[in-house]
């Protein structure tokens, strides 16, 4: 790899995603230029040419030209059937679709985050995903695309995968034509390796993103019964098989809202209730 050596000292293959791939600068896709602000809680920022429109999820909008509108989409209430609308529903997402139209003469423009408190992870397909392959993510990962990508689901067949493996029976499948972009939503420090053929890692289950669909997953336990039950990982961990590149995450939402929950809960004791009560839904407010 080209990266840095200071960033991985121990060459333990992850590289930090933010310093591998800078998005300092200004991006272009499908007509569209686009640029990712902010260290944490990030905003997307992109132009919208005249009579064009960005598709995105419900609740990420911050901010628009004023001549643009919105316009929603229910999946499930299509001429086509509801085919697409179950696909989103069991791999995470709303069935609603969110369109920010330009339907001016001049180009608009938009801003967009997360909706819970996270980074924008671009990735393209083409390039970080293999041409005419798919990328299986966490559920609800998914924020904005640029250019032609469907956002369905991957059904896993295996029983121990869909209870142990972290992203269950139903998971997020995203496709999408060669330069095309999915933006996904990724809490903390984000890193990715590229696995080699038949090479395998062992990961938290609950800090898997996303990984290419040529990546298998699997399950390995975390040792004895006193380990699973009080070493604080469960039953199993999450093994990965290359090739194909994966995305890791140092805090995913439900992490983040486990310990949000905690400190509340320890809050409330030391107080005896009193107003820490309002806090605790902080973090199922974001959901």
Known sequence: SDQDPSLDPLGSGFEWWKAARDLSAEHHTSGHAWKISGHDMQILSLT???GEMVTTEVGSFVFMHPGMTTEVELTLCTKGGCKEGCDRICG???CAKVFLKNDTSEEGYVGLTPNYPAKVVPVTFGVNVTSGGALIAQGGSYMTELGDVDVGCDLDCSFARCCLGGLGACRQKITGSDNSIVFLSAGG???YRTLNEDETIIVDTRSVLAYDDT???GITPNGRFCTCCCGGEGCCSTTLTGPGEVYM???NFQKFRDAVQVTVNEN???RGGGGASAVAGIAQAAM
């Open 92 to 94: 995470g997402e709303s």
């Open 249 to 251: 995450q140092s805090m």
């Open 268 to 270: 409330e004791m030391d």
């Open 189 to 191: 420090t984000i890193q």
């Open 215 to 217: 990546v298998e997953l």
């Open 48 to 50: 919208v040419p005249a």
